[in-house]
Every structure is written in structure tokens, then in C-alpha cells.
């Protein structure tokens, strides 16, 4: 059974920063692209970074371009997103996804974290 875990979310003031982590279990983790997206109440869920198997070329969105920087542990299984300079649009439930495939993709969702920033 593959499950994602998100953890450190929290409150912090525009300008801090916080630190998600993804763990998985249940997968081979090595095989799967990672990434967070995140969603706030009335909108749709949007992508915010990713990252392959082999680490090269993590992807972001260009709204946390340069403030946000994902990475993976793939010995301990774990994903993370640190989110430095935070702003009050960053607020949101935060989503740890893992993917697998071309084409056809095998997609898993965690349960969410809640990151909320005060102004």
C-alpha cells in the first residue's frame, strides 16, 4: 500500500520560512518523479515544484521560482520542500504527489499539510 506522509507545516510570518517533508512508504521510490502542489479553498490545485528519480532539473512554478527549492533523499525515501521569503499567497494545503509512467501515469496523492503565513 503506498502512502505519502507530509509533515511541517505550520504558521509563520511573511518573510519566514518553513521546511515540508514527504515520507513514502509502500513504493519504489527510486522509479517515481516527486513533486508538492498545493490548494486553497475555492481554487484548484496547482503544481508548485517537482523533481525526478536522478535529481537533475527540479522544476518550479514561476510564483516560488527562486524562494523554494525541492529535494529528495532517495535512501530515506523522503521528499522536501523549503520555502524561504513566504508570502500571505502562499498559504495553502500543501500536497506531496508521486508519479510514475509516461503517457499513462500512476499518480499518488498524500494527505496534505497546512502552511499558513501571517502578514
Known amino acids: 500500500q503506498v502512502q505519502l506522509v507530509e509533515s511541517g507545516g505550520g504558521l509563520v510570518q511573511a518573510g519566514g520560512s518553513l521546511r515540508l517533508s514527504c515520507a513514502a512508504s509502500?513504493?519504489?521510490?527510486?522509479?517515481?518523479?516527486m513533486g508538492w502542489f498545493r490548494q486553497v479553498p475555492g481554487k484548484e490545485r496547482e503544481f508548485v515544484a517537482g523533481?525526478?528519480?536522478?535529481?537533475?532539473?527540479?522544476y518550479y512554478a514561476d510564483s516560488v521560482k527562486g524562494r523554494f527549492t525541492i529535494s529528495r533523499d532517495n535512501v530515506k525515501k523522503t521528499m522536501y520542500l523549503q520555502m524561504n521569503s513566504l508570502k500571505p499567497e502562499d498559504a495553502a494545503v500543501y500536497y506531496c504527489?508521486?508519479?510514475?509512467?509516461?503517457?499513462?501515469?500512476?499518480?499518488?496523492w498524500g494527505q496534505g499539510t497546512q502552511v499558513t503565513v501571517s502578514s
Open positions: 523533481i525526478t528519480y536522478n535529481i537533475d532539473s527540479p
Open positions: 509502500g513504493l519504489s521510490f527510486r522509479d517515481y518523479t
Open positions: 504527489i508521486a508519479d510514475r509512467g509516461s503517457g499513462i501515469v500512476t499518480r499518488y
